[in-house]
């Protein structure tokens, strides 16, 4: 089997760089089990899981740490992110049911609640192999199908700037440039569906996904200057 290994720093140690350099007023969440990423936030803080695990201290310094204990389509009828923070999100990190539906949607509704510059980072979208992204749930290093959701944005949304990381173990993909008020992913999720719903990465070829993730260096971005080059809040 063909494998690509992440060289990189972990998505942890990525998103802890976010946090300490750009300096987020909000931070939203989807996927947080045992609080390892919650726990990387200093600022307004949304987390959404249907089945919390935490282990660190769940408020940490932060004025204010919102959990709620539902899916992530449930959220999102439920709640509207800009008004529990009283502003647009600035930092976000998918990384909940490995679905490519699910996270596509995840991203879609998050995105309404970004200003252009927001960050909105998906994780276990570059897998090590195709063994990773079968779509029952495979423990250890499974990735699901959420590989497709890069070609998918890069389809329907070459507007959006998507930068990919070696994260550790399974990259990190930083999506900026973002549009509020843009309904083309949500108008198109059932031609999209048809479309890539039945594509396995083998079919599609691991290696040219891998190359057409064009992946960077996690040192690229190690300094503020340097992470500035690309993100900026
Ligand atoms: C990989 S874990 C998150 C790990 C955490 N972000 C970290 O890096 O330490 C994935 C989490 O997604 C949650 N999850 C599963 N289905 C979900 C859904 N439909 N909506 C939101 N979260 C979901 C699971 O309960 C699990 O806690």
Redesign the pocket.
């Known amino acids: 089997m063909i494998e690509y290994e992440h060289k990189g720093v972990s998505?942890?140690e990525l998103l802890e760089t976010f946090h300490r350099d750009l300096t987020p007023r909000s931070y939203f969440?989807?996927?947080?089990?045992?609080?390892?990423?919650l726990c990387l936030s200093k600022c307004p803080t949304v987390c959404?899981?249907?089945?919390?695990?935490i282990k660190v201290d769940p408020t940490g310094a932060r004025e204010a740490t919102m959990l709620f204990q539902?899916?992530?389509?449930r959220?999102f009828q439920d709640h509207n992110v800009t008004q529990l923070f009283g502003g647009p999100v600035e930092l976000a990190?998918l990384?909940?049911?490995h679905e490519a539906e699910?996270l596509l949607r995840?991203f879609a509704n998050i995105e309404r609640h970004c200003k252009p510059n927001s960050i909105v980072c998906l994780?276990?979208c570059v897998p090590m192999n195709v063994g990773q992204t079968v779509r029952a749930i495979n423990g250890g290093l499974w990735t699901g199908d959420v590989w497709k959701v890069l070609p998918i944005l890069k389809k329907y949304r070459p507007d959006i700037d998507i930068y990919v990381f070696d994260a550790y173990p399974t990259g990190l993909v930083c999506c900026t440039n973002l549009d509020a008020d843009n309904t083309v992913l949500r108008e198109n999720c059932s031609s999209i569906w048809r479309e890539w719903g039945k594509i396995e990465l083998e079919e599609y070829g691991f290696e040219k996904f891998i190359q057409e993730c064009s992946i960077l260096p996690t040192s690229l971005i190690s300094s503020p200057e340097e992470l500035r080059r690309y993100f900026y809040l």
């Open positions: 998505h942890y969440e989807i996927g947080t089990l045992q609080g390892g990423t959404v899981d249907p089945s919390f695990q539902k899916t992530s389509d959220f990190f990384d909940g049911l699910t995840d994780h276990d």
